[in-house]
């Protein structure tokens, strides 16, 4: 009756799957990055896996399963790791602290902006923004119609970084005219001023993106 009861226990315990020794995708994570993070440092100061290893007072197998994200160091392990790399503690997590960003927008969609000086006939629709970031990049689907008849010229911080897809048209920066055809592509500090200026085939449409430094944060 006793073994029946366990062998039922366990086999709930499987169908539940609650595994004490499971590892969660964030563990992982978490591993992976102090690994990657002990590694660069390690090469950063031109030592071998076994020179670290003796500073560390660690095996050279145990070492390499921390660098390869297969375990999960104590905070001892970790500390004694740091004082060998001469890091801080924290250093150690840095990867792992690190926010990724990324931005997915179907075909077609995106957020619809009204820059400034924006006419008639002209469609901004936002892919996508960086964000926790020192710089600042915007990238732009670009639509002008026939409707588009009074060009404004912009002027920002930053640079500029235009690709037509579809279209020809002049545009102008600087002082100066560029005939743009598909496939065609301008960049440019974006502090001069600049703009569509003639349009030769209707609807163009470009991709803009633009790059400037976040200020104040």
Do not use: C, W
């Not at 930053?158 to 005939?179: I, N, T």
């Amino acid at each position: 009756m006793t073994q029946q009861s366990r062998s039922g226990g366990n086999g709930n315990h499987e169908r539940l799957g609650q595994d004490p020794h499971a590892v969660n995708d964030d563990e992982r994570d978490l591993e992976s990055a102090i690994g990657t993070q002990v590694r660069a440092q390690r090469k950063k100061l031109g030592m071998t896996v076994g020179e670290l290893a003796s500073l560390a007072g660690l095996s050279n197998g145990m070492l390499s399963k921390i660098e390869n994200g297969l375990t999960s160091p104590s905070l001892t392990t970790l500390k004694s790791l740091a004082v060998a790399l001469n890091v801080p503690f924290t250093a150690l997590f840095q990867r792992f602290e690190e926010q990724r960003d990324a931005s997915h927008v179907k075909s077609g969609e995106g957020l619809k902006i009204e820059r400034r000086g924006t006419r008639a006939g002209h469609q901004y629709a936002l892919l996508g923004h960086s964000v926790h970031k020192q710089v600042a990049v915007e990238p732009y689907m670009i639509t002008l119609t026939h409707e588009s008849e009074v060009f404004p010229l912009f002027q920002h911080d930053g640079q500029e970084f235009l690709y037509v897809v579809s279209g020809a048209m002049d545009y102008h920066h600087g002082g100066r005219s560029y005939r743009m055809n598909p496939g065609d592509s301008l960049f440019f500090d974006a502090d001069a001023p600049h703009g569509p200026e003639t349009l030769y085939d209707v609807p163009v449409r470009f991709l803009s993106v633009i790059v400037y430094p976040r200020g104040g944060d």
